[in-house]
């Protein structure tokens, strides 16, 4: 073993010092230069062995090879087992400081919303909420209602029929379609229960059309029915008006036009002041100051006759609105937004 040999070592040591980035690496580094059978510890475990003169130098040499192992051990050592132990507590580490991760939870749909202020409105005033189902069949939709066979009234509605076997052949009753109003539930309802009677039916309804800012293939209505002894036009005037009312929280003004509905006789098309202008008129109400909001009427005789109830001794009136009282509510000019399930969109509200 010459001094030579000794210095390639202390080369040797040197890199693998630089490379050690584990706990464990510097361990080995150890064993195999100091351990028992080490390099260095050999060397100095022979130094008998060599001639005099070598042996001091050697000597020397070797025992600084050794402090300086040991040294650097001891320093590489506790650097590296800081950072272990700075990387192991980080993935622990609970910073009580951060702002919470803010869980997503969801809300109620606009409409939904809608709906259930509706509904609170009209049962503070003693209507019942009443349910019918979504695939109809022609006669609650069409027949019972008034609208006269092959009429093009039936086609004004942009129908859904649903595909049936040898359906020219089956009684209006069988032929299936998706309800194109809620009109039809007045007729369920009357065909099971004596008036007199105040009812609400909001439900989603169907139709054929192209869709644009104003109009959903499926969209949403609340049908509205009072059966009594004396009811009036004007207390169908004083019900919207206090449903408008409590519904915008504010005064609304509502006007009445005549309009043409089978199942209904007078019938109106019903106006709003325009809640965005004040009537003053503006782009959404087209300069006039009203907003078209629903449909209404008397209930037609041969409507409560279909329905099993004698009109010569009940009337009353109906009323069929649909999402745009929510698209005023909310300042909302097309209705598509509320069924894209955007939630840019619904998360506003
Ligand atoms: N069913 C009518 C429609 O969908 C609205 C309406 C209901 C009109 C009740 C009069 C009475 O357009």
């Known amino acids: 073993m010459s001094i030579k040999d000794l210095k390639s070592i202390k080369k040797e040591i040197q890199e693998s010092l630089e490379s050690a980035k584990k706990a464990a690496d510097l361990n080995n580094i150890f064993k195999k230069y100091?351990?028992?059978?080490?390099?260095?510890?050999?060397?100095?475990?022979?130094?008998?062995s060599l001639p005099k003169e070598e042996r001091t130098l050697v000597a020397k040499e070797a025992n600084r090879a050794k402090d300086l192992l040991t040294r650097e051990i001891d320093d590489r050592l506790k650097e590296i087992s800081d950072k272990e132990i700075l990387l192991a507590e980080r993935g622990e580490w609970l910073d009580v400081t951060l702002p919470g991760k803010k869980p997503e939870?969801?809300?109620?749909?606009?409409?939904?919303?809608?709906?259930?202020?509706?509904?609170?409105?009209?049962?503070?005033m003693g209507f019942s909420l009443v349910y019918g189902p979504e695939l109809e069949d022609e006669w609650h939709n069409f027949d019972a209602l008034n609208f006269p066979p092959d009429h093009p009234a039936?086609?004004?509605?942009?129908?859904?029929?649903?595909?049936?076997?040898?359906?020219?052949?089956?009684?209006?009753?069988?032929?299936?379609?998706?309800?194109?109003?809620?009109?039809?539930v007045q007729v369920r309802y009357m065909l099971k229960n004596k008036p007199p009677f105040k009812i609400i039916v909001p439900g989603r309804v169907f139709r054929n059309e192209a869709t644009d800012a104003?109009?959903?293939?499926?969209?949403?209505?609340?049908?509205?029915?009072?059966?009594?002894?004396?009811?009036?036009?004007?207390?169908?005037?004083?019900?919207?008006?206090?449903?408008?009312?409590?519904?915008?929280?504010?005064e609304i003004k509502v006007r009445l036009r005549p309009s043409f509905f089978p199942f209904t006789e007078p019938s109106f098309e019903v106006d709003m002041q325009c809640t965005i202008c004040?009537?003053?008129?503006?782009?959404?109400?087209?300069?006039?100051?009203?907003?078209?909001?629903?449909?209404?009427?008397?209930?037609?005789?041969?409507?409560?006759?279909?329905?099993?109830?004698?009109?010569?001794?009940?009337?009353g009136f109906a009323f069929g609105m649909g999402d745009r009282i929510a698209m005023m509510r909310h300042k909302i000019n097309d209705v598509r937004l509320f069924y894209s399930g955007d939630l840019r969109f619904l998360n506003q509200f």
């Open 34 to 48: 100091l351990g028992k059978k080490g390099k260095v510890s050999l060397i100095l475990r022979n130094l008998s």
């Open 214 to 250: 104003s109009h959903e293939v499926n969209f949403y209505q609340i049908e509205g029915l009072m059966v009594g002894k004396n009811i009036s036009v004007a207390n169908f005037k004083a019900v919207v008006e206090e449903f408008y009312n409590s519904f915008y929280e504010k």
């Open 278 to 315: 004040n009537g003053k008129g503006c782009s959404v109400c087209s300069q006039t100051g009203w907003l078209e909001i629903m449909g209404a009427g008397m209930v037609h005789p041969n409507v409560l006759e279909n329905s099993g109830i004698d009109s010569s001794k009940w009337q």
């Open 154 to 184: 039936r086609e004004m509605q942009d129908t859904l029929f649903i595909k049936q076997e040898k359906r020219e052949s089956l009684s209006s009753k069988k032929r299936l379609l998706m309800r194109t109003h809620t009109s039809p």
């Open 105 to 124: 939870i969801g809300h109620i749909h606009p409409l939904t919303e809608n709906l259930n202020k509706c509904i609170d409105i009209f049962e503070k």
